[in-house]
C-alpha cells in the first residue's frame, strides 16, 4: 500500500491509527475499468492512484482497444506502480478457443506482465487449472486467480475456496479473488440484495488460517460490502472490483474518514469531546 506526502497530523490522515502497513500484501484496491477514456483514466491516477495496487480491464474490453491506447494506460499506470491486467473472462475466451498461447503472446508484446486466470464462465479441469497457472507464471506472468462461477444463483462452498486457495498458491498464483461480478448481487458471497453470508465469512475465518487468507481479494463493487467487510476482516482487507469513480471512497472508509467507518465505539451514538 502506498502513502501520500502529506503534512497534516497523522490522525487526521488516518483516524483509526490502522491503515498504515508496512507490508504491500495488506490492504490491496483492485479497480475494474470498464472503458474509460485516457483523460479519465490519467485524472483518476492522478488524484487517487496512490490507493490503488490494481486495475483489471473488465471482461474481455482488452481486445476493442487500439492497441497504442491500450499501451499508453500501461505506461500511466506503471508510472504510478499500478499494474494493470485484462479480465479473466478474456482468458476464459482464450483457452476455450484454443489460443491460450497466442493469448500469452499478444498481452505480453503489448506490455502486460500480469494476468486472470478463472474459470467462472467455462469449466476447467482441476489439473488443467494447475497446469495453466503453473505456465503462466514460468513465462514471467504474476498470476491472479479467482475462484467461483459468474452465473445468477451460484454461490461459493468453503471447501471449495479453501481448496483453490491452497492449491493456486502453491502453482504459482500471488492472489486469489473471491468472485462478485460487477453488480455484487445473486452470485459468490452475495445474495439478490447484495448482502453478504456472514456464516460463510465466520467459516472461512475458522477454516484459512490468517497467514494464508490474506492472499484473497473481496470483490466488493458495492460501498455496503465494502463496510461490512472492513469491519469483519479488519481496514486493511483487500477489496476488488471497486469502481474507479470509488477509488477515494473506499481508502475514506478504510481509514475512518466517513461515518460508516467512523474509529467509535458503536454501543455510543454520539462522540463525547472533553
Not at 483492485?30 to 492522478?46: H, P, R, S, V, Y
Not at 483453490?164 to 439478490?192: F, H, M, P
Not at 460508516?260 to 463525547?272: A, G, V, Y
Request: proline share 3%; aromatic share 10%; with cysteine.
Amino acid at each position: 500500500m502506498k502513502y501520500p506526502q502529506n503534512f497534516c497530523h497523522p490522525k487526521l490522515i488516518d483516524p483509526s491509527g490502522e491503515r498504515v502497513s508496512e507490508s504491500e500484501e495488506l490492504g490491496l484496491t483492485m479497480l475494474i475499468d470498464k472503458g474509460i477514456g485516457l483523460a479519465l483514466f490519467e485524472e483518476m491516477l492522478q488524484l487517487a492512484g496512490q490507493y490503488v495496487d490494481y486495475i483489471k480491464l473488465g471482461f474481455g474490453t482488452t481486445m476493442l482497444y487500439p492497441p497504442e491506447l491500450l499501451k499508453k494506460k500501461l505506461l500511466l499506470a506503471k508510472k504510478e506502480n499500478i499494474a494493470v491486467y485484462p479480465g479473466g473472462t478474456l482468458f476464459e475466451i482464450a483457452a476455450h478457443k484454443g489460443v491460450l498461447g497466442e493469448y500469452f503472446e499478444y498481452i505480453e508484446r503489448i506490455g502486460f506482465d500480469h494476468l486472470e486466470i478463472s474459470d467462472g464462465t467455462i469449466e476447467l479441469p482441476y489439473r488443467k487449472r494447475r497446469k495453466v497457472i503453473q505456465e503462466a507464471v514460468g513465462k514471467g506472468f504474476t498470476v491472479i486467480t479467482e475462484c467461483g462461477k459468474k452465473a445468477e444463483g451460484s454461490y461459493l462452498e468453503v471447501k471449495e475456496l479453501e481448496r483453490t486457495l491452497y492449491s493456486d498458491l502453491e502453482c504459482g498464483a500471488s492472489y486469489v479473488i473471491v468472485e462478485g461480478r460487477e453488480s455484487g448481487k445473486n452470485v459468490g458471497i452475495y445474495n439478490e440484495q447484495g448482502l453478504i453470508d456472514k456464516e460463510f465469512l465466520i467459516d472461512i475465518e475458522k477454516t484459512i488460517t490468517n497467514d494464508v487468507r490474506k492472499y484473497l481479494i473481496w470483490e466488493a463493487p458495492q460501498k455496503k460490502q465494502q463496510i461490512e467487510l472492513i469491519q469483519f476482516w479488519g481496514r486493511n482487507v483487500n477489496l476488488g472490483n471497486i469502481q474507479c469513480e470509488d477509488a477515494f471512497n473506499l481508502e475514506c472508509l478504510r481509514r475512518g474518514l466517513r461515518f460508516d467507518t467512523f474509529p467509535l465505539n458503536r454501543s455510543h451514538t454520539i462522540l463525547q469531546i472533553e
